[in-house]
């Protein structure tokens, strides 16, 4: 069982950054797949933002995020990070962590283990 902690989000202007982390607890996750998904207001569903595999540490992220979003991973300290550039007010929403063992499964939605949610509001 593994769980998952995020502590962080809050409220930025835009063009600023936030960082969010996720801490895992419980059995260890360095072999897991790690990702963010997030949930903007009025949307059912959550989307997959960015990701880091836990074999080899390949990085997939959707391209609205490129070059904007940095996710990386310290497995000593059962933690992964978030670090959120040049935000814009698109970029509202509740952000989660997520862990399945295969990042491509991660991609496609089916979670193992949810974080519990932080918001993230990006003003004009």
């Known amino acids: 069982q593994v769980q998952l902690v995020e502590p962080g989000g809050g409220s930025v202007q835009a063009g600023g950054s936030l960082r969010l982390s996720c801490t895992a607890s419980?059995?260890?996750?360095?072999?897991?797949?790690v990702a963010w998904f997030r949930q903007a207001p009025g949307q059912e569903r959550r989307e997959y933002v960015i990701?880091?595999?836990?074999?080899?540490?390949?990085?997939w992220s959707i391209d609205s995020v490129k070059g904007r979003f940095t996710i990386s991973r310290d497995n000593a300290k059962n933690t992964v990070n978030l670090q959120m550039n040049s935000l814009k007010p698109g970029d509202t929403a509740v952000y989660y962590c997520a862990a399945s063992p295969l990042l491509v499964v991660l991609t496609t939605g089916r979670v193992e283990y949810w974080g519990q949610g932080t918001q993230v509001t990006v003003s004009e």
């Open positions: 419980g059995r260890t996750f360095s072999s897991y797949a």
């Open positions: 990701g880091v595999s836990g074999s080899d540490g390949t990085i």
